[in-house]
């Protein structure tokens, strides 16, 4: 997969409670490296406003609702996330942005790479440099 989209995640319904997961290569296209989650976020904030070298990531909404905006220096789509069986797969090279969070939203982030801060650009004429020569 080289373009975002969304993917649906399984479902199992029980009067109990739903459930659903989310395995590597299964689900998405990466082995999982590393998780982190975004909360709290204050109204009016936003996150992310940067883009990927090498690193892929599949967010999801555990909890409430919020935007993520992706940019592959051509165009911007935005993709609401408001489902916790919905996830949206992000390639490396696309300059990304989250907001309108919702109050008590819960953001989770899979990504295929552990931290490093060399495969961050946060310089957006960088990145659109970078994009033009894919």
């Known amino acids: 997969m080289d373009k975002p989209q969304i993917i649906e995640l399984p479902k199992f319904l029980d009067k109990r409670g739903n459930l659903s997961i989310i395995e590597q290569f299964k689900q998405i296209p990466f082995e999982i490296?590393?998780?982190y989650?975004?909360?709290?976020?204050?109204?009016?904030e936003h996150r992310g406003g940067h883009a990927y070298r090498e690193n892929q990531e599949f967010i999801v909404a555990l909890s409430g609702s919020f935007d993520v905006i992706l940019d592959d220096g051509k165009s911007k789509t935005v993709y609401s996330l408001n489902r916790s069986y919905y996830g949206l797969y992000v390639p490396k090279g696309y300059w990304r942005e989250m907001n309108n969070f919702s109050t008590n939203s819960l953001a989770m982030i899979l990504a295929s790479t552990a931290y490093n801060a060399e495969d961050y650009i946060f310089d957006y004429q960088l990145f659109k440099t970078h994009a033009s020569q894919r």
């Open 37 to 44: 989650w975004i909360y709290d976020v204050p109204g009016g």
């Open 33 to 35: 490296k590393r998780t």
